[in-house]
């Protein structure tokens, strides 16, 4: 979609199936090019003016036709598709996917194994809490992970509402594989925003790296 004119992706837009398919044709030559496996399929904003309500039912019917389109698109290149929940509440209010349990649900009607969920313990946090249960009732849907502290989006060792080691210690105990994406804002510049993961490797007996002291 076109973020300047305040669109937030347009899978679940009604009447934007044509410019969907052309946006996903060249997200896929970018990620073929760069080698990335997974491509995140933004489902848009509730059109301005329109009840939430009143305009759901044409919205998800919108987002699983489109699903179902990209599922098929992206297998033929070995990729895979996510949707990821977006709180409604601080971040974006017009946001059509709002939680795991909505993103659950349409995931199943789409029925295509190559659509995951991408979870974003922010905006998790923030519409639901609850992050145990939630992580080890949506896991099997998992695809990527995302992470920032509470309330303020910032570093996971900054003050706020999560224990990241404690969530951390749980994604493993799950046997969470993938990747973490530190999808946050840095309270100074990128590196010295990182020096929480060096604290949380020799907490964990690690080097930098995440390579065992004992294997070396």
């Not at 301005?48 to 179902?68: H, K, P, Q, S, Y």
């Not at 949707?83 to 601080?90: A, F, K, L, T």
Request: aromatic fraction near 8%; proline fraction near 6%; hydrophobic fraction near 40%.
């Amino acid at each position: 979609g076109n973020q300047e004119a305040g669109e937030m992706g347009l899978a679940a837009v009604p009447g934007r199936q044509a410019a969907f398919r052309q946006d996903l044709s060249a997200a896929v030559q970018y990620a073929r090019a760069v080698g990335c496996p997974r491509i995140h399929l933004m489902a848009g904003r509730v059109p301005l003016g329109a009840d939430r309500a009143a305009v759901a039912d044409e919205m998800e019917t919108t987002f699983i036709e489109n699903l179902r389109y990209a599922a098929d698109l992206l297998a033929q290149e070995d990729m895979i598709g996510l949707v990821e929940p977006i709180n409604n509440r601080i971040t974006d209010p017009r946001y059509f996917l709002n939680t795991p349990h909505q993103a659950a649900a349409i995931l199943e009607k789409v029925g295509r194994p190559n659509l995951k969920l991408q979870l974003d313990l922010f905006h998790c946090q923030i519409m639901d809490g609850n992050l145990s249960r939630n992580l080890e009732t949506y896991f099997p849907l998992i695809g990527h992970m995302q992470i920032a502290q509470v309330p303020g989006r910032h570093e996971p060792d900054s003050p706020g509402e999560l224990n990241f080691p404690y969530i951390f210690e749980l994604l493993e105990s799950l046997g969470y594989s993938g990747y973490v994406g530190c999808e946050y804002a840095p309270k100074g510049d990128t590196l010295e925003g990182l020096g929480w993961l060096r604290s949380y490797w020799e907490s964990r007996g690690l080097r930098h790296g995440g390579t065992s002291k004992a294997a070396e």
